[in-house]
């Protein structure tokens, strides 16, 4: 025979709602035109810098898996092709954050501080 202490369906304890604490409160979020127009503006631009990137890496995974003999071809003196593409990649990586640091400070801060403006709020 079974406890009714032991008894799941008896053993829940009811709370007031009132007892429970509330949620914390999170102030409104900027989505005004202006911060509406800083996401599209970086949506067009990351995303095509990020799917370059990602490219770049899977052909040159794919090319090592699958063409061997591709990659271990000599393109400028003892230089595999493997290697040169890793040094592509590099290279690429460093341009892409160059350039991110240029589109951060040339168009993403004016749009940011016009958002702010927008919204009223002090920076």
Known sequence: MRSASLDPSRTAIAVPA????L???????????????????KRRTIGPMLGVTLAAFVVVLVLAGYARPLMTAKVAGSLPL????????????????????????????????????EQGARP
Do not use: K, M, N
């Open 18 to 21: 009132s007892a429970l604490p």
């Open 23 to 41: 949620a914390p409160t999170r102030p409104a979020l900027p989505f005004g035109r202006e911060f509406r127009s800083l996401l599209d503006l």
């Open 82 to 117: 493997g290697y040169a593409l890793i040094a592509g990649i590099y290279g690429l990586c460093w341009g892409v954050a160059v350039l991110y640091a240029y589109l951060a400070d040339a168009r993403y801060d004016p749009q940011a501080e016009r958002a702010v403006a």
